[in-house]
């Protein structure tokens, strides 16, 4: 299942379900506004949401066009969030930052929202409370975190595959830069090793350290991320934003 966050007159945005191609979309707001709504009741929405995920590929489910453009990150704000502050950037939004800001390096990994976490849940129970992965990007200046945005679409576990590995793909100004790989299998793994032992809230986004790649950029430079199952297919929709500087 996919998920994504349409913006809207609201902070929060409005939640749908797109396809498999990222091309189409239902909304949701009968089942769940809002992702963050979404989550607080993750096991008994979660279903009903899937249900519609699959009349989207069916065409039994009455859809729209579906375009990245019009996304927010899939969670505009959250609880908590280990890479920086709650409030993100939308997933083709311009970086804007102060004039004179040099140093300015983006860092890409594969993150997961999770449902309730207990303290005492162990790795594999811990890991079995990751409700979506999405890819996150965290702008640093000068070693200090310059805000942070995430994919246009989070998806379930099952959407990663467990064929061979998946590529992140960062492009600077349309040329490759570096290329992380991680599989199925050991993103899980990964998830369980963060987050067990940390109580936390659903909703709450951890990167998982899983296919970490950082690029140098520069005002005027146009970054561009995504990561490819092993058919070449955009798993999570791009992050493509434009380095500015505030008038």
């Given at each position: 299942?996919?998920?994504?966050?349409?913006?809207?007159?609201?902070?929060?945005?409005?939640?749908?379900?797109?396809?498999?191609?990222?091309?189409?979309?239902?909304?949701?707001?009968?089942?769940?506004?809002?992702?963050?709504?979404?989550?607080?009741?993750?096991?008994?929405?979660?279903?009903?949401?899937?249900?519609?995920?699959?009349?989207?590929?069916?065409?039994?489910?009455?859809?729209?066009?579906?375009?990245?453009?019009?996304?927010?990150?899939?969670?505009?704000?959250?609880?908590?969030?280990?890479?920086?502050?709650?409030?993100?950037?939308?997933?083709?939004?311009?970086?804007?930052?102060?004039?004179?800001?040099?140093?300015?390096?983006?860092?890409?990994?594969?993150?997961?929202?999770?449902?309730?976490?207990?303290?005492?849940?162990?790795?594999?129970?811990?890991?079995?409370?990751?409700?979506?992965?999405?890819?996150?990007?965290?702008?640093?200046?000068?070693?200090?975190?310059?805000?942070?945005?995430?994919?246009?679409v989070a998806v379930t576990v099952d959407e990663l595959g467990d064929e061979g590995h998946l590529a992140v793909l960062v492009r600077r100004n349309g040329k490759s830069q570096q290329c992380g790989t991680v599989s199925a299998k050991d993103a899980m793994s990964g998830v369980g090793a963060v987050v067990a032992g940390r109580p936390l809230i659903a909703g709450s986004i951890v990167a998982?350290?899983?296919?970490?790649?950082?690029?140098?950029?520069?005002?005027?430079?146009?970054?561009?991320?995504?990561?490819?199952?092993?058919?070449?297919?955009?798993?999570?929709?791009?992050?493509?934003?434009?380095?500015?500087?505030?008038?």
């Open positions: 299942m996919k998920l994504a966050t349409l913006k809207d007159s609201t902070r929060d945005g409005k939640l749908v379900v797109v396809s498999k191609d990222l091309t189409r979309c239902s909304e949701v707001g009968h089942i769940a506004r809002t992702l963050q709504a979404a989550l607080d009741d993750w096991a008994h929405v979660a279903p009903r949401l899937e249900r519609v995920a699959l009349g989207l590929e069916t065409g039994s489910q009455p859809t729209i066009r579906f375009h990245e453009h019009d996304a927010a990150s899939p969670l505009p704000r959250a609880f908590f969030w280990a890479g920086g502050s709650g409030g993100f950037s939308g997933p083709r939004d311009s970086i804007r930052l102060a004039a004179g800001a040099s140093d300015i390096v983006v860092t890409t990994q594969l993150a997961v929202i999770v449902d309730d976490i207990d303290a005492a849940d162990g790795k594999d129970a811990a890991s079995r409370k990751a409700a979506l992965f999405l890819l996150s990007s965290d702008i640093s200046v000068g070693g200090s975190n310059a805000g942070s945005s995430f994919s246009p998982s350290g899983s296919s970490r790649v950082s690029c140098d950029l520069a005002v005027g430079d146009t970054v561009r991320i995504e990561m490819k199952d092993h058919t070449g297919h955009s798993i999570f929709g791009a992050i493509e934003q434009t380095v500015e500087t505030r008038d």
